[in-house]
């Protein structure tokens, strides 16, 4: 069973600080997600990454993946006030034959808060 | 601007009530999601469609809930009878494999009294 485990839940940081939040996963995976939620909205895609040593970034937010490792990271540069929210990473299992089955399983988010 | 549109985005109930969520998928997405998202279990995958196929229902309480794709352009989750502990948003999402994006819609919040 695919068991995908973040932390931390909870980090609460100043700005300009610099931070990671971690994604583990149980079984293999091809592919993971991250994703912003605020509160009472929907999830706002941030990333996708597709393979081994994959690394994307967008503003003060870099994630990676390691598919040896079973772990994503997303770190977060110079934080600002505007980045609190919750974060939350998925992972897709994979069929039998190996190929991307497509259902993600979510981790339980960090919930953020960057504070002056 | 393509997105997933859920209706309705709010309802209130009371128990024993038919629920029916609907949503919208991206034109041209292969695969659908239903997820249930609470304080207390977080996102939870309901029912997972590809090219309107049942993939994985394995999440759903099969005796109340029922999920379906009648075609492309719809898919439903129904709550046959509602109870309290079905209160919750329900977000739908819809993408493509071969690429893996996957976007969310803005959810219905679903309150049974």
């Known amino acids: 069973e695919l068991k995908v485990e973040q932390n931390p839940l909870f980090l609460s940081m100043q700005e300009g600080k610099n931070y990671t939040i971690y994604c583990n996963y149980s079984t293999t995976s091809d592919r993971l997600y991250w994703y912003r939620q605020d509160p009472g909205k929907s999830l706002e895609s941030l990333f996708v990454l597709l393979s081994n040593g994959a690394v994307k970034q967008e503003g003060r937010l870099m994630a990676s993946l390691d598919t040896k490792a079973r772990l994503s990271t997303l770190h977060i540069t110079a934080a600002v006030h505007d980045l609190s929210a919750t974060y939350f990473c998925?992972?897709?299992?994979?069929?039998?034959?190996?190929?991307?089955?497509?259902?993600?399983?979510f981790g339980k988010g960090t919930k953020l808060s960057v504070k002056p | 601007d393509a997105r997933v549109t859920q209706t309705p985005r709010h309802k209130v109930t009371e128990m024993g009530q038919e629920v029916t969520m609907r949503c919208q998928p991206i034109l041209g997405h292969n695969t659908v999601f239903w997820y249930r998202q609470t304080m207390m279990q977080g996102l939870e995958l309901l029912a997972y469609f590809r090219n309107r196929a049942p993939l994985d229902d394995s999440g759903m309480p099969k005796d109340r809930f029922s999920a379906e794709m009648p075609d492309a352009t719809l898919a439903t989750l129904k709550i046959q009878p509602s109870e309290p502990r079905d209160s919750a948003v329900y977000f739908c999402a819809s993408g493509l494999v071969l690429t893996g994006e996957l976007f969310f819609g803005e959810g219905s919040r679903l309150t049974v009294l």
């Open positions: 998925a992972v897709a299992h994979l069929n039998p034959y190996g190929g991307s089955q497509g259902n993600l399983i």
